[in-house]
């Protein structure tokens, strides 16, 4: 079955900086890759997602590039900002179903 | 609009009891998910409905985790007889369908004593 691995584990920057979060499946029918963010209490909350058919998508501070080859993905947050303080998940899809996330990120962002 | 709706937010049970959780979609969404995170995890999935048909179950404990969605709107989850292992908080998803953005509950946060 699919395996998603996350790295880091916990990520620390400073306030203004860029974090990097990266992800790597094994299933290469998964064509579906979304982000999550999750806060303290929440349920997770989809910020950003990318199918199979693009390399790349940016949303104004985010962004993910997929390397369908290699199997991996990676989220980009630029000018981070105290807010973006929370756990990051990815995860991979195959069709409309099989959802696998990773482990999750816990992103530190020090003012 | 309204989103997902789960109760209780709390729930501490001892092992070998009986719970139960409740799900309410969001309006018109036709797939319903139930994940199972433990501290420190990722989600997992252990069930998706598509309207009240199942959709996967395979990661679903079937030996003592049973859910329903009855009229394809509201669900439960139930978990009889509950093991220390299962405490986690068990989120509730829906979709418009299975390809469509999932929107998540707050979450149900088990502690089994």
């Known amino acids: 079955g699919e395996n998603v691995e996350q790295h880091p584990s916990t990520l620390s920057v400073q306030e203004g900086d860029s974090a990097v979060i990266k992800c790597t499946y094994s299933?290469?029918?998964?064509?579906?890759f979304p982000w999550y963010k999750q806060e303290l209490g929440k349920g997770p909350q989809l910020i950003i997602d990318?199918?199979?058919?693009?390399g790349e998508k940016k949303d104004q501070r985010i962004a993910v590039t997929l390397n369908k080859t290699a199997k991996h993905f990676s989220l980009h947050i630029t000018e981070t900002q105290p807010e973006d303080s929370a756990v990051y998940f990815c995860a991979a899809e195959r069709g409309s179903f099989k959802t696998i996330f990773g482990a999750g990120t816990r992103l530190f962002v020090k003012a | 609009e309204a989103g997902v709706a789960q109760s209780p937010r709390y729930k501490i049970i001892e092992k070998r009891q009986s719970v139960a959780f409740w799900c309410n979609p969001i309006s018109g969404h036709a797939t319903l998910y139930w994940y199972q995170q433990i501290l420190g995890q990722g989600p997992k999935l252990l069930i998706q409905f598509q309207n009240n048909g199942v959709v996967d179950d395979s990661q679903l404990p079937k030996d003592r985790f049973s859910a329903e969605r009855l009229k394809g709107v509201d669900s439960t989850l139930k978990i009889q007889p509950a093991k220390l292992e299962d405490s986690a908080v068990y989120l509730c998803a829906s979709s418009l369908d299975g390809d469509t953005e999932a929107f998540f509950g707050q979450g149900t946060r088990l502690t089994v004593v």
């Open positions: 299933d290469s029918a998964s064509n579906y």
């Open positions: 990318i199918r199979s058919n693009v």
